[in-house]
C-alpha cells in the first residue's frame, strides 16, 4: 500500500472551493494519528493504580504497559494487506471499532489479564492507525499540498498525547489527587482509559463522511468512481482521464519488493537497511516513551505530588508540540541530517542533567530542590530537542532514503525493529529505575551521544533528492 507516483506534468493544485474539503479529509484521516498519541500515552495515568489495585512489582507492572505495543506491531504489519482487500475507509472503521472496544474493556476489567487483552486490542488499532492514516492522506491530497496534507497525522499525534495529559490531570483533579478516587462511579483511572470512547466514535463517523482512495477504487475496477474523487478533490481543471491512467500506470510499473529484496552484505541485510533499522534504534533508545509512558510515576519516585506530577506531564506534552511544530518548519529548510544532529547533542544535554539530578539522594522523600528543578528543566529540555528532530526526521528519513526497489519491505523491517525497540525500553524502564534511576538515564545518554557519530558516519542527507536518486 503505497502513494501515488508524483505526476510527471509537475504539481498541480487544488483550486481554492477544493482545498477546504480536502483538507476536511485529512484532519478526519489524522483522526487515526489523534487516537494513536492518546491511546499510546493516556496509561501514564493508570500506571501507579493499576500496581496498587493489583499489588503487582514493577516487572509484571511493565509488561501490562508494553503488552500493547505487540498488538501495535501485529497491526502495523497487517494494515497495508487489509486495505488493500477491503479499502482504506474500512480499514479506519475496523480501527475505530476496536479502539471503542479496548477503551471500554480496559475502564471496566475484571482482573490483569483481562486489562492487558484489551491493551493488544487498543495496540492493534494503533498500528493499523499509524499505516492508514498517512498512506490514505497521501493517496487523496492533490500533488502540491501532499507534503502539508502529510504533515497532520504527526501534528495529530502530539496533540492526541497532550490532550490525554490534559484529562488525566482533569480527572485526577475531580478525584481529588487519588488515582484509584471515584470519578462517576468507578476509579479515576478507569475513567482515563474510558474517555477514549468519545474521539473513538468521532473517528468512526468521520469515517464515514470522507470518499475512498481513488487508488484503492481504481485497483478493483471502480474507474468512475475513482473520476468522481478525483474531480472532488482536484477539480475538474484536470483531464480526468488521463489523471486516472496516470494511476493505474504507476500502480502497474510498482515493484512489489519482498524480504528477500532487502538480502545482501556482509550481515544479511543491505548496509542500507541496518541504516534504517540503527534510526529506529536509536530513537527509542533514548527512552522518550518513558516521559509518555510513566512521566507521572517518575515524578512521583522523587516526591512530587501526584496532581503536580500529572501537569508536568501535561506540560511536557506542550513541549512536545512546540519542538514537532519547530520540525516541520525547518526539516526542508535545514535538511534532515542536520537537523537529527541538532536533536542528538540537546538530548546528551538533557539526558545527562536528569541523570545527575536523580543521582542524589530523596530528603524526606523529596529531591533537594535545586536538583528537583534541574531534573523538571533537562526532561522539557530533552522532550524538546527530540521533538524537533528525531521525532519527525526519522519519519523522513525512512520513507526517503531506500531506493525504489526495497522501500516498502524496508520502511517494514525499519517500523518493526522501532517497535521491538519501543518495547524493550518500555518494558524494562521499571524495574531499571528500581535498580538505580540515575544509572537508567545514564544509559539513555549513551545512546543519545552514540547516535551522533552514527549520523556523521552512516546517514546520507536526502533534503532536495527524487526518490529515484536513492541507491
Not at 303 to 309: A, H, K, L
Not at 381 to 394: K, M
Request: charge should be neutral.
Amino acid at each position: 500500500m503505497t502513494s501515488t507516483a508524483a505526476p510527471k506534468s509537475g504539481a498541480r493544485s487544488a483550486q481554492p472551493e477544493h482545498l477546504g474539503h480536502v483538507i476536511f479529509i485529512a484532519a478526519a484521516a489524522a483522526m487515526g494519528g489523534f487516537l494513536f498519541g492518546y491511546d499510546s500515552s493516556v496509561i501514564n495515568g493508570a500506571v501507579e493504580a493499576i500496581r496498587d489495585r493489583y499489588d503487582i512489582g514493577s516487572a509484571a507492572l511493565a509488561q501490562v504497559i508494553a503488552i500493547a505495543l505487540i498488538g501495535c506491531a501485529i497491526g502495523a504489519a497487517t494494515a497495508g494487506r487489509i486495505a488493500d482487500r477491503i479499502g482504506r475507509i474500512r480499514c479506519m472503521q475496523i480501527s475505530a471499532v476496536l479502539f471503542t472496544v479496548s477503551a471500554v474493556g480496559s475502564a471496566l476489567p475484571f482482573a490483569l489479564w483481562d486489562l492487558a487483552f484489551w491493551r493488544v486490542v487498543g495496540g492493534f488499532a494503533i498500528g493499523m492507525a499509524s499505516v492508514i492514516g498517512p498512506a490514505y492522506i497521501a493517496e487523496v491530497a492533490p500533488p502540491a499540498y501532499r507534503g502539508r496534507l502529510g504533515s497532520f497525522q504527526q501534528a495529530a499525534i502530539v496533540i492526541g498525547i497532550a490532550i490525554s495529559q490534559l484529562v488525566n490531570w482533569g480527572l485526577l483533579n475531580a478525584a481529588g489527587g487519588d488515582q484509584r478516587g471515584k470519578v462517576m462511579g468507578i476509579e479515576a483511572w478507569q475513567v482515563m482509559l474510558g474517555v477514549m470512547v468519545i474521539p473513538a466514535v468521532l473517528y468512526g463517523l468521520l469515517s464515514f463522511a470522507i470518499p475512498e482512495s481513488p487508488r484503492f477504487l481504481i485497483s478493483v475496477g471502480k474507474r468512475e468512481r475513482a473520476r468522481e474523487i478525483l474531480k472532488e478533490v482536484e477539480g475538474d481543471t484536470i483531464d480526468l482521464d488521463a489523471r486516472v491512467t496516470e494511476i493505474e500506470h504507476a500502480m502497474n510499473s510498482e515493484h512489489k519488493s519482498t524480504f528477500k529484496d532487502l538480502l545482501g552484505g556482509s550481515f544479511f541485510f543491505k548496509p542500507i537497511v541496518w541504516v534504517g533499522i540503527g534510526l529506529s534504534v536509536f530513537q527509542q533508545f533514548v527512552g522518550i516513551n518513558v516521559a509518555f509512558y510513566y512521566s507521572s510515576t517518575l515524578w512521583q519516585s522523587v516526591g512530587v505530588d501526584p496532581t503536580e506530577s500529572f501537569f508536568y506531564s501535561f506540560t511536557t506534552s506542550i513541549i512536545n508540540i512546540v519542538g514537532t511544530v519547530i520540525a516541520m518548519i525547518f526539516v526542508d529548510r535545514v535538511g534532515r541530517k542536520p537537523l537529527a544532529l541538532i536533536g542528538s547533542v540537546g538530548m546528551v544535554i538533557g539526558l545527562g542533567l536528569e541523570a545527575w539530578a536523580f543521582s542524589f539522594d530523596l530528603v524526606d522523600g523529596k529531591l533537594p530542590a535545586a536538583q528537583g528543578w534541574t531534573a523538571l528543566i533537562a526532561a522539557h529540555i530533552f522532550v524538546l530537542f527530540f521533538a524537533l528532530s528525531w521525532g519527525v526526521v526519522v519519519w523522513v528519513f525512512l520513507g526517503e532514503m531506500f531506493p525504489n526497489r526495497i522501500r516498502a519491505a524496508a520502511l517494514g523491517v525499519a517500523a518493526s525493529a522501532q517497535w521491538i525497540a519501543n518495547w524493550a525500553i518500555t518494558a524494562s524502564f521499571p524495574s531499571l529505575a528500581d535498580w538505580n534511576l540515575s544509572l537508567t538515564y545514564v544509559i539513555y545518554t549513551v545512546f543519545a551521544a552514540l547516535s551522533i557519530p552514527f549520523v556523521l558516519r552512516f546517514v546520507k542527507e536526502t533534503k532536495g533528492k527524487a526518490l529515484e536518486e536513492m541507491g
